[in-house]
């Protein structure tokens, strides 16, 4: 009976650290991948803003599960609904506009200092929250991550405590409840007005 309480602790004990470690793993992820972003665009002498915005999108684009989002976004509610021509149709002009505006925000960033905090596991998920800090205030944003077949991939970011997923989903809901996909699709190809 000992032996296999010792067994069982040893177990729970190595449990404990792969989660750890594969906590910290889609941190180190995000965390280096981040770095390499604030580097560049802190970089005065570096390439011109178009150079830079292609930089920051080859870095951080293969960190991000667009598509999953895409769906999420709609939720079970209206996603089973659309038509497969429907589904890629949204699914691109979603991407378009959320990766425009992500990447337009990022580049903004001049002077600012990311402080990452200890990553959590959330039902086989990663969450790492950090610290946007500039002159001025604080910024708490937590990257969501799920394990993908071949890395890490976000798929939902929380900012100020809402995330950005539900926002979405809340807009998109209000615009299917009142109108048709098409009016869905039509807002998506219309210009950005934040």
């Known amino acids: ?3 296999l309480r010792g067994i069982i602790i040893f177990a729970l004990m190595c449990q404990h650290c792969a989660v750890a470690s594969t906590a910290e793993q889609a941190k180190q992820l995000v965390e280096t991948r981040l770095n390499t972003v604030l580097s560049i665009l802190q970089d005065k002498k570096g390439p011109d803003v178009i150079n830079r915005k292609d930089m920051v999108v080859e870095i951080l ?27 890629g149709r949204f699914t691109e002009l979603f991407i378009a506009r ?29 969450h790492v929250p950090t610290i946007l800090i500039s002159k001025d205030n604080k910024i708490a944003m937590v990257y969501k991550l799920y394990r993908s077949k071949t890395d890490w991939k976000i798929y ?5 405590g809402v995330s950005i997923i539900h926002t979405y989903r809340s807009q998109f809901h209000q615009i299917l409840e009142n109108g048709t996909v098409d009016d869905l699709l039509t807002k998506l190809k219309l210009p950005r007005s934040d």
């Open 1 to 3: 009976m000992t032996k």
């Open 156 to 160: 939902d970011i929380e900012i100020q």
């Open 98 to 126: 959320l990766a425009d505006s992500f990447f337009d925000k990022l580049m903004l960033y001049t002077d600012e200092v990311i402080q990452f905090e200890t990553p959590s596991e959330v039902e086989k998920k990663v």
């Open 61 to 87: 684009e293969p960190l991000f599960d667009f598509s999953t989002m895409a769906k999420l976004t709609l939720g079970r509610q209206h996603w089973p609904s659309l038509s497969d021509e429907n589904k």
